[in-house]
């Protein structure tokens, strides 16, 4: 989008007030298509509301307005479409939970069968994504589908109320995985990288995001319309109510996380990595830990430093990993 | 023009001069044929304009057309068996979104256990997905239902699946009339959806209904399978001023007019049904068949017509309802809810499970046994149950005949 970096709280930033009409966000723009429009009934807050708002808005103004958009079940379709109103400004079509990236290839087919110019975004959360949807997710990628395929990634299922999923981190206290025992919250594990499982799919285009920095979100959803075939978006969306989280701190927590290590940000083209976004202010995880409520048996009373560190050392994995911190920053101008 | 060919290519050939848009299919035997010979056609160009999609599941697949088929282009697909129950969330929301997708079910049971003949346990089990269901008893009446199931989808933009039975018809090569391409572009006009996705017009499709309004939109998803009674007929009486071919519509009667014995079946086991009942005439008994062309919606009035006076129907099941008993026999009863007097006796026999040959032997033994009254009309018989085996099996069977 631009050259043009500002330093600003931790994070490469500018607001839109510093840099030319031309280099602003999408969401800057007075004829911004607004593809989920306001009066939506999504918490306050929400990281998944804010998230699609840019990544489709984005993809709009990418493609002149001419998306079509396959919703997966979830809070997203849900808190947007209560029967008879609807908050999509876009041409949207929900079928299942487990589907959307079928639906969306299959619109990809048509659209192309029928000689429209019209481009395909699918989307849903983590657990459509990387669980219930996964299946046909990989078959999207595997037949390299011409579909911008973004999962909102907000850790667990939160529409049928807080419970794990296949993303949700090691640790974490989710309705089904509670405080309890030895071994309290989520099981550690391998963890499950959708990313990483696309990349090996070795398709045109995979980035991470999260909203934190919607810049970037917006420069990597663009980036992902200049492409044709299966690219696969995947956006780190903090959620308030399953996070046991302040509304207020929706932009903390994504910006904690990638600054942890815990969430890395980066691109990969063709199953190779391409860029990563350093970070410039290291934190210990401790400090995104403590703002969640769902992570709160580790610090309490019977605090767990053990558990601690143990997710510190898989933050630590993915700043060696993807070269994190030794990447020489970009210097603002 | 006639030709020798195997089942599944004739309806392979004929899906194709229907010009679908979009095909995703995933392979399951008996069906398999049918979706190689389009991906055939697809790659040579006999199909043109046409994207084949290999999708990963049968899931994937029914998914795959949802998209298609919401943006407004012909879709098709093929399944059979655990495929078919593989598809079966995304079955109902293609039938709840009103997308008029066309599929082709080559019949096969249901594991466990595991195997791959042909019986109708597959769409008997969606019969409630709110798909219109029309079963072939040929390969002839296959390939001419698949030309009237895209017209019937596309003018009620609801889902059809055309039924045909695994092997017995998918494998059989028999000599097959197919329309011509000249004749189905005139009886089966571009696709003009109902609605569709258009970025130039966007629409919500696929909202959450709550309490307040889901009755009604599903009150008019029965309405809109009810209308789906009165087209059929209409298609096919066009169908046979253009081919000139009857196939029927919603039943096919065959010597019910003055019948006492009336056997009601859906699919090719019709055949050897009426060459027994041909048997039966000749030795003084007034027998009658009743084929199910259109088995969802359900005929009722067809069926109770059909029927008349008759004071025995013998309902051959080629899949049941364990703990409960028949499922077309069931609706048969419906069929006659009000016929005059207490109706006929209806007895329920299911036959050929899982492969096993329904022979013209064992249907007239036990249409002898009906007309003579040894059966009894309030159990549910199995069509030459091997007795021997289930004792071998240390069941003690009961309950049956």
């Known amino acids: 989008m631009t050259d043009l970096k500002l330093y600003q709280v931790g994070t490469f930033a500018a607001g839109n007030r510093l840099v030319d009409l031309e280099l602003r966000s999408v969401q800057a723009h007075a004829d911004r298509a607004n593809s989920i429009t306001s009066g939506h009934r999504a918490c306050q807050g929400c990281g998944e509301a804010l998230g699609a708002r840019y990544v489709l808005d984005a993809a709009m103004r990418a493609a002149g307005g001419d998306v079509v958009v396959a919703n997966a079940t979830g809070c997203l379709e849900v808190f947007s479409t209560p029967y008879p109103e609807s908050s999509w400004q876009v041409a949207w079509l929900h079928s299942l939970f487990g589907n959307a990236p079928a639906v969306a290839a299959g619109m990809a087919a048509g659209l192309r069968a029928l000689g429209r110019e019209t481009r395909v975004v699918g989307q849903g959360g983590d657990g459509g994504t990387v669980d219930i949807g996964f299946g046909c997710l990989s078959g999207m990628f595997e037949r390299n589908d011409d579909v911008l395929y973004v999962c909102y990634d907000n850790q667990g299922y939160m529409n049928t109320g807080v ?45 991470t995001a999260t909203v934190a920095d919607l810049r970037d979100l917006e420069r990597k959803v663009e980036k992902a319309m200049s492409i044709r075939g299966a690219r696969y978006l995947h956006v780190l969306v903090p959620c308030p109510l399953g996070w046991a989280a302040a509304s207020s701190d929706t932009i903390r927590l994504a910006r904690l996380a990638t600054e942890s ?7 990969a083209e063709y199953g190779e990595v391409t860029a990563a976004t350093p970070i410039r202010r290291p934190v210990p995880v401790d400090e995104y830990l403590r703002l969640q409520g769902r992570f709160a048996h580790l610090f309490g009373k019977h605090a767990r430093p053990d558990l601690v560190a143990r997710i510190q050392a898989a933050a630590d994995r993915n700043i060696v990993r993807f070269g994190l911190v030794e990447a020489e920053p970009r210097t603002g101008s | 023009m006639f030709e020798q060919l195997e089942g599944s290519r004739a309806v392979a050939k004929t899906v194709a001069r229907c010009r679908p848009a979009v095909i995703a299919a995933y392979p399951i035997s008996p069906q398999t044929h049918i979706v190689e010979a389009l991906s055939d056609f697809v790659r040579t160009g006999e199909l043109p304009g046409c994207e084949y999609l290999m999708v990963e599941s049968e899931f994937g697949a029914m998914s795959a057309c949802i998209g298609a088929s919401g943006v407004g282009a012909r879709t098709y697909t093929a399944t059979a068996s655990q495929g078919l129950l593989f598809m079966a969330e995304a079955l109902f929301n293609a039938s709840g979104l009103g997308l008029p997708i066309v599929m082709t079910v080559a019949n096969r049971a249901i594991g466990s256990p595991i195997n791959i003949w042909n019986d109708q346990s597959d769409s008997m089990s969606q019969r409630d997905a709110g798909w219109v269901q029309l079963f072939a008893t ?18 009620l933009s609801l889902p059809v699946m055309v039924c045909m039975d695994g092997f017995v018809l998918t494998h059989a090569v028999e000599a097959v009339d197919l329309p011509e391409q000249a ?26 209904v709550g309490p307040e309004a889901f009755t009604e939109v599903r009150y008019l998803m029965h309405d809109q399978q009810l209308a789906a009674l009165d087209e059929l007929p209409r298609i096919s009486q066009d169908f046979e001023s253009v081919f000139g071919r009857d196939t029927g519509g919603l039943v096919r009667p065959y010597r019910t007019e003055d019948a006492d014995v009336i056997v009601v079946a859906l699919g090719s086991v019709l055949g050897g049904v009426n060459e027994v009942v041909d048997a039966l005439r000749e030795d003084g008994v007034a027998a009658g068949s009743l084929g199910i062309t259109c088995f969802r919606p359900w005929p009722a009035e067809a069926v109770r017509a059909a029927i008349g006076p008759a004071r025995q129907v013998v309902v051959v099941e080629r899949a049941f309802a364990p703990g409960v008993g028949a499922i077309v026999g069931q609706d048969v009863r419906h069929a006659l809810r009000s016929a005059p007097g207490d109706g006929p006796a209806v007895y329920d026999v299911v036959a050929g499970l899982g492969g096993r040959p329904v022979t013209r032997a064992s249907l007239r033994g036990l249409l002898d046994d009906v007309v003579a009254e040894r059966l009894d009309p309030h159990e549910l018989h199995f069509l030459d149950l091997d007795h021997e085996l289930l004792e071998r099996a240390g069941t003690p069977w009961r309950r049956t005949s």
């Open chain 2, 183 to 208: 004749q189905i572009d005139a009886f089966l006009p571009p696709f003009a959806p109902r609605q569709h996705l258009d970025s130039r017009d966007p629409i919500t499709i696929g909202s959450m």
């Open chain 1, 261 to 267: 290590g815990i969430f890395p940000v980066f691109e």
């Open chain 1, 163 to 207: 419970q794990r999923s296949g993303a949700t981190p090691p640790a974490a206290r989710t309705a089904n995985t509670a405080p309890l025992g030895p071994e309290p919250g989520n099981a550690f594990g391998q963890g499950k990288s959708a990313p990483l499982i696309a990349m090996a799919h070795e398709i045109p285009y995979v980035a």
């Open chain 2, 138 to 155: 040929s390969n002839q009446e296959a390939v001419d239902l698949h030309v009237q199931a895209f017209v019937l989808a596309e003018r």
